[in-house]
């Protein structure tokens, strides 16, 4: 009998490669998605084939973190053996602009999905992946940073992620649950949203080299990201759902690049000069700047087998070949 995973967040670009990974391990993947008037599934569009037939193997369900009585339910209708908790406001200059919703569902929206395990009384069988952040270092405190480095949130985003980085330790240790939390450096990919700054970065150059746009706007560029590949990265949240104890790690690649160099690699890729283009904008600006973010992985290598392939300049090259094959003009 197949496996069960529950994924939050599944039609982002987490969730989607980690349903990809889900389904061809043989899991029954099941995904929570908001009700909207436009449909936004563009990233799982093609496991569409999953979703009929006669061994249907992925369903997805309406549902909200915002919504606890939903979410019980669904957990007792389910019996899921394995929960993925990826959903979130996760833009962190978007988190100041709405502090008190990016709050809401993801620090507290953690709170009640782990409530309605116990509630739904599946917590002696299922395990519990929370998608954690490296926003969480903010201010950092050492160098590079690893799972014991104290925390420093410099975000509505980031003090959401502590708030639920912290009640899961606390689940695990109170109701002894199975409980995981994943702390992910930045980890981006050719489904990356456009209003993040890699993905913003790439498609601009692609656009650029296409003739469709002439400048690129950004705030902050000489700050410094731990950069990796989505699609590995979710490799490693399920490898820490298999292990015979719960436990935290850190997923990164131990390198830090300024996002001039992102644009020196993603600009270059198409034998452009950033600097003819890319303009400042303040209001691209964080009231808190997180200036530097570097992960040692040693822990999630020795435990989990885990290490990342993809660098920053593979990662650059990777998105813009991508962008620049969807937006090049055609004869």
Not at 11 to 36: F, M, N
Not at 154 to 179: D, G, I, M, Q
Not at 227 to 240: I, L
């Amino acid at each position: 009998m197949a496996r069960i995973a529950l994924i939050t967040g599944i039609t982002g670009q987490d969730g989607s490669y980690l349903a990809e990974l889900l389904l061809e391990k043989g899991y029954d993947v099941h995904g929570i998605v908001r009700r909207a008037s436009s449909i936004n599934r563009a990233r799982i569009d093609h496991l569409a084939a999953y979703e009929s037939g006669t061994k249907k193997r992925l369903f997805l369900h309406y549902g909200d973190l915002a919504d606890s009585v939903s979410l019980v339910k669904l957990l007792y209708q389910l019996q899921p053996d394995e929960i993925y908790n990826l959903a979130a406001q996760s833009h962190v200059r978007v988190s100041f602009d709405i502090p008190e919703y990016t709050a809401d569902i993801t620090g507290v929206g953690a709170a009640r999905i782990l409530e309605a395990i116990i509630e739904s009384g599946i917590g002696k069988k299922v395990r519990f992946y929370q998608a954690s952040s490296s926003e969480m270092f903010g201010k950092v405190q050492a160098v590079p940073q690893v799972e014991t480095t104290p925390f420093w949130p410099r975000s509505p985003y980031a003090c959401a992620k502590v708030f639920a980085h912290w009640l899961t330790v606390n689940y695990r240790e109170s109701y002894n649950l199975f409980a995981c939390s994943g702390i992910l450096f930045n980890h981006e990919s050719p489904r990356r949203g456009e209003n993040f700054v890699t993905r913003k970065i790439t498609l601009a150059a692609a656009s650029i080299k296409a003739g469709l746009q002439k400048e690129l706007h950004l705030g902050n560029i000489d700050s410094k990201r731990d950069w990796g590949f989505a699609k590995e990265y979710v490799e490693g949240m399920w490898r820490m759902l298999q292990q015979d104890q719960p436990d935290d790690y850190v997923l990164a690649t131990n390198e830090t690049h300024t996002i001039k160099e992102f644009l020196d690699a993603a600009f270059g890729r198409l034998n452009l000069d950033w600097h003819d283009h890319v303009k400042f904008d303040e209001r691209f600006l964080r009231p808190a700047e997180v200036d530097l973010l570097i992960g040692d992985y040693t822990k999630a290598k020795t435990k989990l087998g885990w290490e990342p392939v993809t660098r920053m300049k593979g990662l650059a090259e990777l998105m813009v070949d991508s962008d620049y094959a969807a937006v090049r003009p055609t004869k």
